[in-house]
């Protein structure tokens, strides 16, 4: 069964930084149709950063210029490196991958920034 994990999430302070990790079953992992989003208490799971099938990474406006994902292909991770946290950015995280017609999602990572 294809799996993805998240982890990395903690408590942070504003300003502070945190960096997330999903691991992907080697089957599926590919710098491709893979991102993060995050849900918050009482809202709608957004969009944080995606690669789409080209590999082109975009940003939600909220994150550009404080977010960064990178990935190693070699160990079928990619990351999400947090900057200047906000306490907007308390959320669960999740990656999700698309691959061979199908959405795979991990159980998410708690992030929250205290004020």
């Known amino acids: 069964q294809e799996q993805l994990a998240e982890s990395g999430g903690g408590l942070a302070q504003a300003g502070g930084s945190l960096r997330l990790s999903c691991v992907a079953s080697?089957?599926?992992?590919?710098?491709?149709?893979i991102g993060w989003y995050r849900q918050a208490p009482g809202k709608q799971r957004e969009l944080v950063a995606a690669?789409?099938?080209?590999?082109?990474?975009s940003y939600a406006d909220s994150v550009k210029g404080r977010f960064t994902v990178s990935g190693d292909v070699g160990k079928n991770t990619i990351y999400l490196q947090m900057n200047n946290l906000k306490p907007e950015d308390t959320a669960v995280y999740y990656c999700?991958?698309?691959?061979?017609?199908?959405?795979?999602r991990g159980q998410g990572t708690q992030v929250t920034v205290s004020s």
């Open positions: 690669m789409d099938s080209g590999g082109i990474i």
């Open positions: 080697r089957r599926i992992f590919s710098m491709k149709n």
């Open positions: 999700k991958k698309s691959w061979g017609g199908a959405e795979y």
